[in-house]
């Protein structure tokens, strides 16, 4: 079996700019509908001040202050770019307007710089260690995917799929639900469901890679043999996925392999084998800590 692509950054997608923006825009809705406290100050001025950081880090979410601050009609004036690294209490960016719009979205704006950068921050410390293998999982919070998702990117990781329609991927519940279904064996479902992807990917007329997630080294034989583009191998320790990713790359020409499951900062380290494709974790969105950040007036 001849996997159609052998692509090793198979499992990095470019986040949608506009998702992002309609997200910002419902979050500052939600948030800052009425500012009670402007209102009873009757505040009517211009004002300037700056965001700085109480860490240093890599920022990230630069992009979208600006946008959010340049959609009200604020001028912004960004320090940094991106991925930069910044130390301690260094200004980021700068902002000049009408005092009452800018209170109304200052906090959004922290807010998504703080979660953004604490991604990226982490998911750096994840790369320095295994490079560009580190992925990260579909397990970030509702709605905020695309955030942390671009974040993970910035910090030089792989992004996996942004939704379910990125991709194949063969979860045992899949399987187990197609095996009960045709009441056979979860191997003869397994064997099944990849043919029925591969048909349905060329129906399609374009390509998806399809992954199978696997818990035996009897189940990731199958699923390589089957014609899977990706292995995941699901909670294996770093001996046994090692072990068993040369056993199939030497049988499979062009398979992928992904080890997930139980990785941490501690411990990815002895995951990365050339045999070893992608690393992933849900450790660099579900558990970074954010960025603490502040604004203060000039």
Same mark, same amino acid.
Request: include cysteine; charge should be positive.
């Given at each position: 079996?001849?996997?159609?692509?052998?692509?090793?950054?198979?499992?990095?997608?470019?986040?949608?700019?506009?998702?992002?923006?309609t997200?910002?825009?419902?979050?500052l809705?939600?948030?800052?509908?009425?500012?009670?406290?402007?209102?009873?100050?009757?505040?009517?001025?211009?004002?300037?001040?700056?965001?700085?950081?109480?860490?240093?880090?890599?920022?990230?979410?630069?992009?979208?202050?600006?946008?959010?601050?340049?959609?009200?009609?604020?001028?912004?004036?960004?320090?940094?770019?991106?991925?930069?690294?910044?130390?301690?209490?260094?200004?980021?960016?700068?902002?000049?307007?009408?005092?009452?719009?800018?209170?109304?979205?200052?906090?959004?704006?922290?807010?998504?710089?703080?979660?953004?950068?604490?991604?990226?921050?982490?998911?750096?410390?994840?790369?320095?260690?295994?490079?560009?293998?580190?992925?990260?999982?579909?397990?970030?919070?509702?709605?905020?995917?695309? *955030? @942390?998702?671009?974040?993970? +990117? !910035?910090?030089?990781?792989?992004? #996996? /799929?942004? &939704?379910?329609?990125?991709?194949?991927?063969?979860?045992?519940?899949?399987?187990?639900?197609?095996?009960?279904?045709?009441?056979?064996?979860y *191997? @003869?479902?397994?064997?099944? +469901? !990849?043919?029925?992807?591969?048909k #349905? /990917?060329? &129906?399609?007329?374009?390509?998806?890679?399809?992954?199978?997630?696997?818990?035996?080294?009897?189940?990731?034989?199958?699923?390589?043999?089957?014609?899977?583009?990706?292995?995941?191998?699901?909670?294996?320790?770093?001996?046994?996925?090692?072990?068993?990713?040369?056993k199939?790359?030497?049988?499979?020409?062009?398979?992928?392999?992904?080890?997930?499951?139980?990785?941490?900062?501690?411990?990815?380290?002895?995951?990365?084998?050339?045999?070893?494709?992608?690393?992933?974790?849900?450790?660099?969105?579900?558990?970074a800590?954010?960025?603490?950040?502040?604004?203060?007036?000039?």
């Amino acid at each position: 079996m001849v996997r159609e692509n052998k692509n090793s950054n198979l499992l990095r997608r470019d986040v949608n700019q506009d998702e992002i923006n309609t997200v910002l825009l419902k979050a500052l809705e939600l948030d800052a509908m009425f500012d009670i406290t402007s209102d009873a100050l009757g505040l009517a001025t211009n004002v300037s001040g700056r965001i700085f950081n109480s860490k240093a880090c890599y920022v990230s979410g630069i992009e979208e202050v600006k946008y959010l601050f340049e959609k009200n009609n604020v001028k912004v004036n960004a320090f940094h770019k991106d991925g930069a690294f910044i130390k301690k209490d260094t200004p980021i960016v700068e902002v000049f307007g009408d005092s009452r719009t800018i209170f109304r979205i200052i906090r959004t704006a922290l807010d998504v710089m703080m979660l953004m950068s604490g991604i990226t921050t982490l998911t750096r410390k994840f790369h320095k260690k295994i490079g560009k293998k580190i992925t990260a999982v579909r397990k970030v919070y509702p709605c905020l995917g695309s *955030l @942390e998702k671009k974040a993970v +990117s !910035i910090g030089k990781g792989n992004t #996996h /799929r942004l &939704s379910l329609a990125d991709g194949y991927l063969l979860k045992p519940f899949y399987v187990e639900a197609y095996s009960q279904m045709k009441k056979i064996t979860y *191997l @003869e479902a397994l064997k099944d +469901s !990849i043919e029925l992807c591969r048909k #349905h /990917r060329e &129906s399609n007329k374009k390509y998806f890679f399809i992954e199978a997630e696997v818990r035996t080294e009897e189940e990731a034989e199958i699923a390589a043999q089957a014609g899977a583009d990706i292995v995941m191998l699901d909670n294996f320790d770093h001996k046994t996925a090692i072990k068993l990713a040369k056993k199939l790359k030497t049988k499979y020409r062009g398979l992928l392999i992904e080890v997930s499951g139980g990785i941490t900062i501690k411990n990815c380290e002895k995951y990365n084998n050339k045999c070893i494709d992608f690393i992933s974790t849900s450790r660099i969105t579900f558990y970074a800590k954010p960025i603490d950040m502040y604004f203060r007036l000039d």
